[in-house]
């Protein structure tokens, strides 16, 4: 039996609609992706106390940024931590 490839959808409800009647062991060219890929490593929470005025600054520019005041502030460490690494490798 031939194998089947994945189409371009239009829509999600059309992509169900496929996945509905079709099987991964039908799909051609899929191959075995290792498991530790799709595990989420494991976050640990870091409490950091700022002046109230500096948090009522931080939520309004994440409110500005359609984001939440938290994820805000783990971008900005995470953006920084790389530029460190870039710099003092």
Known sequence: MAKAKIPRFRSAREEAEW???????????????PEEIFVKPKKQIVSVRLERQL???????????????????????IEKLREHQKTNA
């Open 55 to 77: 948090v009522d600054l931080l939520k309004r520019i994440a409110r500005e940024k359609g984001l939440g005041h938290t994820t805000l502030v783990r971008l900005w460490v």
């Open 19 to 33: 996945w509905d009647t079709h099987d991964v062991t039908e799909i051609e060219g899929l191959e075995v992706v």
